[in-house]
């Protein structure tokens, strides 16, 4: 029913910068919530930014200053702009879908890697 494609993961240098893309399948598509989670290895998976159907955006302490999240309904897409990457921000991260079609319901993307070293 709901399609989520994520790509712009890769291999970045700690100080660098990446832009995550989520694309939302479904013409008539749209979500109480669009949020980015994230996975590392051995741990469990966390929420990184959310926003929301009107513009309102929450993070993480962590990410907080550094990630910036966008949505563009248009285009049934959602951003992660993620600016002075460190190497604890390596992870597989997670698009999400809140509340499409009832309250609550939740869909998922593929994941998308994300690792920072030098």
């Known amino acids: 029913q709901v399609q989520l494609v994520e790509s712009g993961g890769g291999l970045v240098q700690p100080g660098g910068s990446l832009r995550l893309s989520c694309a939302a399948s479904g013409s008539t598509f749209s979500a109480d919530f669009m949020g980015w989670y994230r996975q590392a290895p051995g741990k469990q998976r966390q929420l990184v930014a959310r926003?929301?159907?009107?513009?309102?955006?929450m993070y993480a302490d962590a990410v907080k200053g550094r990630f910036t999240i966008s949505r563009a309904d248009a285009k049934n897409t959602v951003f992660l702009q993620m600016n002075s990457l460190k190497p604890e921000d390596t992870a597989v991260y997670y698009c999400n879908a809140n509340g499409v079609f009832t309250i609550g319901d939740n869909y998922w993307g593929q994941g998308t890697q994300v690792t920072v070293s030098s």
């Open positions: 926003i929301s159907s009107d513009g309102i955006t």
